[in-house]
Nanobody, 124 residues
Framework: QVQLVESGGGLVQAEGSLRLSCAAS????????MGWFRQAPGKEREFVAA????????SYSDSVKGRCTISRDNAKNTVYLQMIRLKPEDTAVYYC?????????????????WGQGTQVTVSS
C-alpha cells in the first residue's frame, strides 16, 4: 500500500510559477511509476505529466509541454511537478498518482494509488 500526499498548491498570478510535491509512504517508492493529473471544475480529470520509476522517461500533455517539468527523488520518496508561465486555464485540483509498473504514461488506469489533491488557482 502506498499513500500519497500532495503539497505546494496555492493561488498564483498568471505567468507565475509553482512547484508541487508529492510525498509517498513506504519503502518501495522506486518501484512505482508516478504521474500527475488534474481536474478543473466541471471537467474530466486529465493527464498532466508522467515519469518512469527510474526517472529516465517522462511525458507531458500538449497543454503543459514546455511549461512543466516532472522529476522524482527516490531517496526522498518524492515526485515533483515544476510549473512555470502558469495560465488561468491551469486552474485545477492536481493529483499525484502511483502505479505498480515501470511507466504509466497518460493512462489513469495504469495508476493504482492516488493522493487527495492540491488546489492550484491561477488568476488573470
Amino acid at each position: 500500500q502506498v499513500q500519497l500526499v500532495e503539497s505546494g498548491g496555492g493561488l498564483v498570478q498568471a505567468e507565475g510559477s509553482l512547484r508541487l510535491s508529492c510525498a509517498a509512504s513506504g519503502r518501495t517508492f522506486s518501484s512505482y511509476a508516478m504521474g500527475w493529473f488534474r481536474q478543473a471544475p466541471g471537467k474530466e480529470r486529465e493527464f498532466v505529466a508522467a515519469v518512469s520509476r527510474n526517472g529516465r522517461v517522462t511525458s507531458y500533455s500538449d497543454s503543459v509541454k514546455g511549461r512543466c517539468t516532472i522529476s522524482r527523488d527516490n531517496a526522498k520518496n518524492t515526485v515533483y511537478l515544476q510549473m512555470i508561465r502558469l495560465k488561468p486555464e491551469d486552474t485545477a485540483v492536481y493529483y499525484c498518482a502511483g502505479g505498480s509498473t515501470s511507466y504509466g504514461g497518460s493512462v489513469s488506469e495504469n495508476y493504482n494509488y492516488w493522493g487527495q489533491g492540491t488546489q492550484v488557482t491561477v488568476s488573470s
